[in-house]
């Protein structure tokens, strides 16, 4: 139900475009869609858009400096 459970903080909802995912990453957007496409980055679809979770890339980016510091 609604207000019940775990209060989510607001970086924790934040959601980004492929453009803002881009930025972030400092890449171009078309290797932003390209990995939504291929599954490489967590995503989503609302319509045809893709969507972002700011926490889910974040975690996303820690697990690749992991895998690479090993």
Request: positive net charge.
């Amino acid at each position: 139900m609604p207000g019940q459970g775990k209060t989510v903080s607001k970086s924790e909802k934040k959601v980004m475009n492929i453009k803002q995912v881009a930025d972030y990453l400092s890449v171009h957007t078309s290797t932003i869609y390209k990995y939504a496409q291929r599954g490489t980055i967590p995503a989503f679809k609302i319509g045809s858009d893709w969507r972002f979770s700011a926490k889910h890339i974040d975690l996303w980016i820690d697990q690749k400096m992991n895998n690479n510091s090993k």
